[in-house]
């Protein structure tokens, strides 16, 4: 078994190391080019490419692209000074990051929650679809770890945003799923269960940077039990997602 | 006599200059006109020999991921120190910030008190294995180079991590918080040594009542970036 783990870790190695691809050569328009040691802001500065000289990108990093220079030199430039280079075409090379105009506009979004579900920490995996700027399809898996007993669930629902256009957004949401609790073996009398779960929501996400949000929502469960009465549970939580 | 000799000379003159006004004094002469088109033929588009450039979109290669496989060991609070292994995963936000997941399995050993006591065993086989996955963010508060001799400098990152998730042991799924920190050494632009230190809290209640428990885990890890 761990061999076949190791062995599976040296694959993805090394098709990692063989994947990378040839980038576009730019050439230097500004003044000139900075070239520190590494992707950050605190590496210091080794090399300056003139205006006017080539450079070939080899890869990106967050903010940060690594060039090699007509004399092999390799060096990390930073976005704002890549944006300034220019394609063989003559264009300026374009760099479509996401910003703060995408939010609202953007069709896909993954996120973690952490919260309360009826007194139980919950801990959620969230990802969501967008048909058109108000309506979305979420999908939403968690792990629910109470003191007496733990549990999952995983549910579909739609959200609606009633308005995509401001920076922080209220959004309503409805849905169905399972769900199924373990009490924990200390307690004697009870069993695992699993049963048909709906709930309705209202929350808020806001746009925090880049592909960056931070998201807060409050739901209303009615787990369909098979006893005389349905279980009503809250569940509150909050986290961060990205948007793509 | 005379009167008729005038006359003659006077219609000379006006034949000679009315002559010159004549159309067919034109010394440039006009070009043909084209001929029209036939039906059905396309008309002659000029083609200019120019050849185009193709414009090339820039395909950059990003590596925000970084993923990968520790091994180390682990101290389960009253189970004693045992290896454990593990996977990771990292997304880089930005320089200074980045989302990771991590889970990991160890065998948790025999407590004090089962040892000594030499009675039953508290936990089955099963119940023994120590098994989390954690989610949470991390900030490389101290990134730099690392200087090994006169010639090599690596990149390197101090980092601190803090996750949330959930841990299998004794029965039963704990909500587990954790708490880390870590060193980052790239050895290649792509691949990074990770020495890290984890501490999963979480309330365990196999000896008598819920208590909180510190798991300290000590890792050496290799990821790439891709």
Same mark, same amino acid.
């Given at each position: 078994?761990?061999?076949?783990? $190791?062995? !599976?870790?040296?694959?993805?190695?090394?098709?990692?190391?063989?994947?990378?691809?040839?980038?576009? @050569?730019?050439? &230097?328009?500004?003044?000139?080019?900075?070239?520190?040691?590494?992707?950050?802001?605190?590496?210091?500065?080794?090399?300056?490419?003139?205006?006017?000289?080539?450079?070939?990108?080899?890869?990106?990093?967050?903010?940060?692209?690594?060039?090699?220079?007509?004399?092999?030199?390799? #060096?990390?430039?930073?976005?704002?000074?890549?944006?300034?280079?220019?394609?063989?075409?003559?264009?300026?090379?374009?760099?479509? *990051?996401?910003?703060?105009?995408?939010?609202?506009?953007?069709?896909?979004?993954?996120?973690?929650?952490?919260?309360?579900? !009826?007194?139980? =920490?919950?801990?959620?995996?969230?990802?969501?679809?967008?048909?058109?700027?108000?309506?979305?399809?979420?999908?939403?898996? /968690?792990?629910?770890?109470?003191?007496?007993?733990?549990?999952?669930?995983?549910?579909?629902?739609?959200?609606?945003?009633? +308005?995509?256009?401001?920076?922080?957004?209220?959004?309503?949401?409805?849905?169905?799923?399972?769900?199924?609790?373990?009490?924990?073996?200390?307690?004697?009398?009870?069993?695992?269960?699993?049963?048909?779960?709906?709930?309705?929501?209202?929350?808020?996400?806001?746009?925090?940077?880049?592909?960056?949000?931070?998201?807060?929502? &409050?739901?209303?469960?009615?787990?369909?039990?098979?006893? *005389?009465?349905?279980?009503?549970?809250?569940?509150?939580?909050?986290?961060?997602?990205?948007?793509? | 006599?005379?009167?008729?000799?005038?006359?003659?000379?006077?219609?000379? +003159?006006?034949?000679?200059?009315?002559?010159?006004?004549?159309?067919?004094?034109?010394?440039?002469?006009?070009?043909?006109?084209?001929?029209?088109?036939?039906?059905?033929?396309?008309?002659?588009?000029?083609?200019?020999?120019?050849?185009?450039?193709?414009?090339?979109?820039?395909?950059?290669?990003?590596?925000?991921?970084?993923?990968?496989?520790?091994?180390? @060991?682990? @101290?389960?609070?009253?189970?004693?120190? =045992?290896?454990?292994?593990?996977?990771?995963? $990292?997304?880089?936000?930005?320089?200074?910030?980045?989302?990771?997941?991590?889970?990991?399995?160890?065998?948790?050993?025999? @407590?004090?008190?089962?040892?000594?006591?030499?009675?039953?065993?508290?936990?089955?086989?099963?119940?023994?294995?120590?098994?989390?996955?954690?989610? #949470?963010?991390?900030? =490389?508060?101290?990134?730099?180079?690392?200087?090994?001799?006169?010639?090599?400098?690596?990149?390197?990152?101090?980092?601190?991590?803090?996750?949330?998730?959930?841990?299998?042991?004794?029965?039963?799924?704990?909500?587990?918080?954790?708490?880390?920190?870590?060193?980052?050494?790239?050895?290649?632009?792509?691949? $990074?040594?990770?020495?890290?230190?984890?501490?999963?809290?979480?309330?365990?209640? &196999?000896?008598?009542?819920?208590?909180?428990?510190?798991?300290?885990? /000590?890792?050496?890890?290799?990821?790439?970036?891709?």
């Amino acid at each position: 078994m761990m061999r076949l783990a $190791a062995c !599976g870790l040296l694959i993805f190695l090394t098709a990692i190391a063989t994947a990378r691809a040839e980038g576009p @050569s730019v050439t &230097v328009a500004d003044p000139y080019l900075e070239l520190r040691t590494g992707p950050g802001r605190g590496f210091p500065v080794f090399h300056v490419v003139e205006r006017g000289e080539t450079v070939r990108v080899e890869t990106r990093r967050t903010d940060w692209f690594q060039v090699v220079d007509a004399d092999g030199r390799e #060096g990390w430039v930073h976005k704002g000074q890549m944006a300034e280079t220019l394609l063989p075409a003559g264009v300026k090379l374009a760099i479509d *990051d996401p910003a703060r105009e995408d939010f609202g506009a953007h069709r896909r979004e993954v996120g973690l929650l952490l919260g309360d579900y !009826g007194g139980a =920490n919950v801990v959620t995996l969230y990802g969501a679809y967008a048909f058109n700027e108000h309506l979305a399809a979420e999908l939403a898996v /968690a792990h629910i770890l109470g003191n007496f007993s733990d549990g999952q669930y995983a549910t579909i629902g739609v959200t609606h945003v009633p +308005v995509p256009e401001w920076r922080i957004q209220p959004f309503l949401s409805i849905g169905t799923g399972v769900i199924r609790i373990r009490p924990e073996g200390t307690l004697v009398g009870t069993e695992e269960r699993t049963d048909q779960v709906a709930y309705a929501g209202i929350g808020v996400r806001a746009y925090m940077a880049r592909r960056f949000i931070v998201r807060g929502e &409050v739901k209303e469960y009615v787990v369909f039990t098979d006893r *005389d009465e349905n279980e009503e549970d809250v569940e509150w939580k909050i986290g961060f997602a990205f948007f793509f | 006599m005379e009167n008729r000799i005038r006359i003659l000379l006077l219609s000379a +003159v006006l034949l000679a200059s009315g002559c010159s006004y004549m159309p067919w004094r034109n010394d440039t002469p006009e070009a043909e006109p084209p001929p029209p088109p036939e039906a059905g033929e396309a008309p002659v588009v000029i083609d200019p020999a120019v050849e185009r450039r193709e414009i090339e979109t820039a395909k950059i290669d990003t590596e925000n991921w970084e993923a990968g496989a520790y091994v180390g @060991s682990l @101290s389960v609070e009253d189970f004693e120190v =045992n290896v454990v292994y593990g996977a990771r995963i $990292a997304y880089h936000l930005s320089e200074d910030y980045f989302a990771e997941a991590i889970a990991g399995t160890s065998d948790a050993g025999l @407590s004090s008190f089962e040892r000594l006591s030499g009675g039953a065993p508290l936990l089955t086989d099963s119940e023994r294995q120590f098994t989390y996955y954690s989610l #949470g963010f991390g900030w =490389n508060a101290l990134p730099g180079e690392i200087f090994l001799g006169g010639k090599r400098a690596y990149n390197s990152a101090v980092y601190l991590t803090l996750g949330a998730g959930a841990t299998r042991f004794a029965g039963a799924d704990r909500f587990t918080i954790t708490a880390g920190a870590g060193a980052r050494v790239l050895i290649r632009d792509w691949l $990074a040594v990770h020495l890290d230190m984890r501490d999963y809290i979480m309330d365990v209640d &196999v000896l008598g009542r819920n208590k909180s428990t510190h798991n300290y885990e /000590a890792t050496l890890g290799l990821t790439a970036f891709f």
